[in-house]
């Protein structure tokens, strides 16, 4: 069964630091990969995607994909308590799987 | 755009009664998907439709839970009898592209069935 997976949390950061959320996926085949961000009680809003290794920059978003490894990562510079929510990861193949999600909270 | 638009946004039942659920995509989108979301069990896709068709609905749970899809600007997700167990949110998303993971999603309908 293909699977993603996060840690689920939570992930507590400073305000103004680096925030890392990982996520890895089971199957190769995967093409597209995307980024996510829930609030409490709120539906899931794109905030990034990457198709290709590497990394990929948006304001102060950094996706980053390694194929080989079967690795997908978001980094949240200048982390602000807005910031403070839950991220899902979702992978593209034959059909798009979410990750459970990472609880992030953005300490002032 | 208004976005995807769901409704009813809040949804209360008694155990053994049908619940429907109505989605209106944004306009020009090709696919609609339906998702669950609990905290035990996160985000789980129900079905998804291309071009109105049913293409993968295999995360149905079961017989009990139907969905359609008559025309490009509205679906439906009913269950019949609800459960308990049923009680989740409940969102509708759209995108241009099946395989894409650029969905955007309604607001979700919260569903409790007592």
């Known amino acids: 069964q293909k699977e993603v997976e996060q840690n689920s949390g939570p992930l507590s950061v400073p305000e103004g630091a680096i925030a890392s959320l990982n996520c890895t996926y089971s199957?190769?085949?995967?093409?597209?990969f995307f980024w996510y961000r829930q609030y409490s009680g709120k539906s899931p809003e794109l905030i990034m995607f990457?198709?290709?290794?590497g990394d990929k920059e948006d304001g102060r978003f950094t996706a980053q994909l390694n194929k080989a490894s079967q690795y997908v990562s978001l980094l949240i510079r200048d982390s602000q308590p807005s910031d403070s929510a839950t991220y899902l990861c979702?992978?593209?193949?034959?059909?798009?799987?979410f990750g459970p999600g990472t609880s992030l909270s953005v300490i002032p | 755009d208004a976005g995807v638009i769901q409704s009813p946004r809040h949804e209360v039942t008694e155990m053994g009664q049908e619940v429907t659920l109505r989605c209106k995509p944004i306009?020009?989108?090709?696919?609609l998907f339906w998702y669950r979301q609990t905290m035990m069990r996160g985000l789980e896709l129900l079905i998804y439709?291309?071009?109105?068709?049913?293409?993968?609905d295999s995360g149905m749970p079961e017989d009990r839970f139907s969905a359609k899809m008559p025309n490009a600007s509205f679906s439906t997700l009913k269950i019949q009898p609800s459960e308990p167990r049923d009680s989740a949110v409940y969102f509708c998303?759209?995108?241009?592209?099946?395989?894409?993971?650029?969905?955007?999603f309604g607001p979700g309908t919260r569903l409790t069935v007592l």
């Open positions: 998303a759209s995108s241009l592209d099946p395989l894409a993971g650029e969905q955007f």
């Open positions: 199957d190769r085949g995967s093409q597209s």
């Open positions: 990457i198709y290709s290794n």
């Open positions: 979702a992978v593209g193949g034959d059909k798009v799987i």
């Open positions: 306009s020009g989108h090709n696919s």
């Open positions: 439709f291309n071009n109105n068709v049913p293409i993968d």
